[in-house]
């Protein structure tokens, strides 16, 4: 066991930083006699040891979270339910814009409001989905990769939504409001769009980078 003189100093040195924990030590020590100097030299081991030690620990965990994140990686698509009233432009939006994934990850699309998702295979940019004059959806189907869940209900086409307990407020279905989880097993870069019309031409899209997973450790 330290001495609690030890545990003292590091929580002093903690509180601010501990570079600058030391060299108010260093000053201290000019001031004291041999033997208090040899005893500061100690805690000031002491203390370097732990902050190295809670270092490792820290970078390690990070490290491994990141790790994890990377596997399984949830994405805002619709920015809230507070945000999703018609017209307004501050949910049509998919976050973050640049989703990163390994291979044979999963991607969550957390939807928020009346969008669907829609993710094209690997070649398809933003400037190739040829965007209709009128209508309430894109619909283009060329190199898809998923079709995401209808918000207006279905499949079939035509079935309504799930009802809600108020009758004003259809945002609040779970036919809108929903997870839909979709796999990325081979490696590129895949544009994913929100197929309502609107949403799109207001920049709601967003790439998912799907990286080759070359690690042999786990
Ligand atoms: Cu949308």
Redesign the pocket.
Known sequence: MPPDGVLWAFVGAAVSSPQRGLETMSLMSLQTSDAEEDQMKRWTLSIMGVVTFVGIGLTASSAMADHDDRLSVSVA??RGLNTAQPGNSV??V?LPKKIKVKEGGVVHFLVA????VFVYKPGTRPQDIAVPAAGTFIDNLDNLFYLGIN?AGGPPPGTPPTPTLDPTRDDRSNAMNRVESVAFTEPGTYLVI???R???N?G?FAVVKVKEDKDDDD
Do not use: S
């Open positions: 698509f619709g949910n049509h998919a409001g009346f969008h669907q918000p929100c197929n309502v609107g949403h799109f207001d709601m």
